[in-house]
């Protein structure tokens, strides 16, 4: 769902932390950045969407012969076309933007590829800053 308040996403990501072995601290920093993104217009958009993915995973070849399993963590469907959203929790936002933007570019490729529709944009959301960069 899309609904959830502060203390929900708090009270879910502890309970996670304990599957997972993470520190407390951590489990708290997570919820605090979802709590944080789940205002931002870009996930506004796609709660308008009826056709909504997170953690889509695609495996495919790239057009330049590259094999590529991918896990799309947002892609929706906005007027007929997809918008793809990669979540990064980097501190150094330009460090790997490269890499970034060349992964974004093979999501889009695989995701038109199989789906037959148009990739109309794609873009990074860097959670602990709150910025958006939009790449294509």
């Keep these: 769902g899309w609904d959830w308040d502060p203390a929900l996403l ?22 605090r950045l979802a709590a944080q993104a ?24 790239t057009a330049s012969g590259d ?12 007027e007929g076309e997809w918008v793809v959203v990669d979540y990064k ?19 889009g490729e695989l995701l038109e590829r199989f789906t037959g529709r148009k990739v109309k944009a794609t873009y990074l959301y860097f959670l602990r800053n709150g910025r958006l960069e939009k790449v294509k």
């Design 10 to 31: 708090e009270k879910a990501s502890l309970a996670w932390a304990l599957d997972l072995n993470l520190p407390e601290e951590k489990a708290k920093e997570a919820a």
């Design 38 to 61: 789940s205002g931002q217009e870009i996930l506004q958009r796609a709660r308008k969407s009826p056709h909504v993915f997170r953690e889509l995973p695609l495996t495919g070849k």
């Design 67 to 78: 094999f590529l399993n991918a896990v799309i963590d947002l892609a929706f469907l906005e």
């Design 89 to 107: 929790t980097d501190r150094d936002t330009q460090k790997d933007l490269g890499k970034y933007r060349q992964q974004l570019g093979f999501y």
